[in-house]
Structures are given as C-alpha cells and as structure tokens.
C-alpha cells in the first residue's frame, strides 16, 4: 500500500516539475515575442563595424622596416616575413610578407606594437574562400584597401540592430518613407561632410 502511494507521489512531483520547466520556457518565449526584430537580410543590409573592429589587416609594404616585432608579439607566429640584409645601405630589405587569416585569431597584437604603424585593421570581416589556401594573404593582397559598407550601393548599411521605429514589432507592415530609429548612415555622413 505504501508504494503505491510513493510512486503516486513521485509521479505528481515529476509533473509539477515538468509544469514548472514548461512554464519557465513558455515565459521567455512570451517575453521575447514582445521585443523588436533584430534580424538584418544579410547580403543586402550590413550592419557599419564599431570604430575598434578587428577585421582584416591592412599592411603598407612602403612603411615596413622589416623588424619581426609583429613575429614576436603574434601569440602563434603568424606572419611571414622574408627580408634580405642589403650590406650597401646596411639594413634588412623586405622581399615578402604574408598572414593567413585561416590561422589568425584577429588580437591585433601585431598592430598594437609594429614600430611604424605599417599594419592596421580593418573592417572587412567576409574572409570566406572555398580553399584554405586562399586565405593565406601575401603583401600585394595586404595592402589592397578594403570597401566601406556605407560606400557599398548593393547594400543598405545599418547603424543598430533595433533599427524600426519604437512600438513597431512587424518590419512588413511599416509604411513607405516612415523614419527609422536613428539616422541612418547617409545622413551621418552627410553631417560631417558639411
């Protein structure tokens, strides 16, 4: 008799708890039916990087004196850089230099100590390839200048991610020419133009 009554009681306490985490789910989900969209249509809205993003390196093969501080202070050696000692002028010249952002982890330890500010980053984070090898980034691809997402006229820049009006949870049912949260990058742009 008194198992019976165990198990009858156990069984009601597994189900409180089953509530309880039901509820406990439902509760975030309710709460997160209330809030804003931050969804961004990828290929054609870009969100504009902070002024800090750590994203590709840019080098300047003109600036560099060819002195391995970048190797140094690299947590696991990446750049390669190949130099040649020209005995007439007695200084090392560079013949090469290459990072391969397959391997990179983007601290941007190289840049924070080059003696010559010849490495910088920038805010171009779409690295993707189909080879690895092609990730592997020589001086002539370093030191290609990278486009700006609000100079892009394929896409619409974003500056936040809670980019409708406050109030409006549906992005569809906005109407035409209604003003976002914020100015938008143009409008930023053309401030500090004038």
């Known amino acids: 008799m008194f198992n019976i009554l165990r198990?009858?009681?156990?069984?009601?306490?597994?189900?409180?708890?089953?509530?309880?985490?039901?509820?406990?789910?439902?509760?975030?989900?309710?709460?997160?039916?209330?809030r804003r969209p931050i969804t961004v249509q990828y290929p054609y809205e870009k969100l504009i990087p902070s002024e800090r993003f750590r994203g590709r390196i840019h080098f300047e093969f003109d600036k560099c004196i060819s002195c391995e501080v970048c190797v140094r202070v690299c947590p696991?050696?990446?750049?390669?850089?190949?130099?040649?000692?020209?005995?007439?002028?007695?200084?090392?010249?560079?013949?090469?230099?290459?990072?391969?952002?397959?391997?990179?982890?983007?601290?941007?330890?190289?840049?924070?100590?080059?003696?010559?500010?010849?490495?910088?980053?920038?805010?171009?984070?779409?690295?993707?390839?189909?080879?690895?090898?092609?990730?592997?980034?020589?001086?002539?691809?370093?030191?290609?200048?990278?486009?700006?997402?609000?100079?892009?006229p394929m896409v619409t820049p974003l500056r936040e991610f809670a980019y409708l009006p406050k109030g409006v949870v549906e992005p569809h049912d906005l109407p035409s020419g209604s003003q976002r949260s914020g100015k938008r990058p143009e409008e930023i742009v053309q401030e500090t133009e004038s």
């Open 7 to 34: 198990q009858v009681s156990d069984y009601a306490k597994g189900t409180l708890e089953a509530a309880k985490y039901i509820g406990q789910g439902l509760a975030v989900t309710f709460d997160h039916m209330q």
């Open 76 to 152: 696991i050696n990446l750049p390669v850089v190949d130099w040649e000692f020209n005995k007439a002028v007695k200084k090392k010249e560079l013949k090469h230099y290459s990072i391969d952002f397959g391997v990179c982890i983007f601290c941007a330890n190289c840049v924070e100590y080059c003696p010559t500010n010849c490495l910088s980053m920038t805010e171009e984070y779409e690295l993707s390839a189909y080879d690895r090898h092609e990730l592997n980034y020589d001086n002539v691809a370093l030191g290609r200048l990278p486009y700006k997402v609000t100079q892009d």
